[in-house]
């Protein structure tokens, strides 16, 4: 079993910055690759940042890229999204997820409000 527990979001202007961070324990967290996925009121759930298990590998969705740093810590057993320049249509809730062989897991989600 893998717990995932975000927090970090929170209410900000546009233009703000916010880090949320993911918590896992359960496993061996440098096993784990790990992603952040958002969704926002009335629309489907969306990948927003890939990161590799040993963090050499990320990608991100196109809205985001530029404004948004998907990192861990093997350490600390922590994933964080550092989202800068952030706008309006980045509110959402934002989920920790990873998949180890055919099972997927899930965080509760933060909420990120971007809001004047």
């Known amino acids: 079993q893998v717990q995932l527990v975000e927090s970090g979001g929170g209410l900000v202007q546009p233009g703000g910055s916010l880090n949320p961070s993911c918590a896992a324990s359960g496993l061996a967290f440098v096993s784990m690759a790990l992603k952040w996925f958002r969704q926002a009121p009335g629309k489907e759930r969306e990948l927003v940042a890939y990161?590799?298990?040993?963090?050499?590998?990320?990608n991100y969705a196109d809205s985001v890229k530029g404004r948004f740093t998907i990192s861990r810590d093997n350490v600390k057993n922590t994933v964080y999204l550092q989202m800068n320049s952030l706008k309006p249509e980045d509110t959402a809730v934002y989920y920790c997820?990873?998949?180890?062989?055919?099972?997927?897991?899930w965080g509760q989600g933060t909420q990120v409000t971007v809001s004047a």
């Open positions: 990161i590799s298990n040993l963090g050499g590998i990320t």
């Open positions: 997820n990873t998949k180890i062989y055919v099972a997927e897991y």
